[in-house]
Nanobody, 114 residues
């Protein structure tokens, strides 16, 4: 399973880091991703990171502001969010994908006030 933490309320221009702790599967064989879903909108892929951390990808809307990283020793993936905007408000959901499996978390709410 994967369990997110670290969401909250922040002012526009501020920073927040969300974390995703994994268990029950081989974390260092898994591609990890962060998605987000805002009310009335489709789920959006925000960023993903390869199993070694050597390759990362970002949505155009967050490039230069968000950084995804992972600590395979701690079975945890992070999303550092800087220069937050009100349009970043959403539930941020962690996703794990590997050979023959995938897991979704319940999500953590991030709210950015203007």
């Amino acid at each position: 399973q994967v369990v997110e933490s670290g969401g909250g309320l922040v002012q526009a221009g501020g920073s927040l880091r969300v974390s995703c702790a994994a268990s029950g599967f081989t974390f260092n064989n898994s591609t990890m991703s962060w998605y987000r879903q805002a009310p009335g909108l489709e789920r959006e892929l925000v960023a993903d990171i390869s199993n070694t951390g050597g390759t990362t990808n970002y949505a155009d809307s967050v490039k230069g502001r968000f950084t995804i990283s992972r600590d395979n020793a701690k079975n945890t993936v992070y999303l550092q969010m800087n220069s937050l905007k009100p349009e970043d408000t959403a539930v941020y959901v962690c996703h794990a994908f590997g050979w023959g499996y995938e897991y979704w978390g319940q999500g953590t709410q991030v709210t950015v006030s203007s």
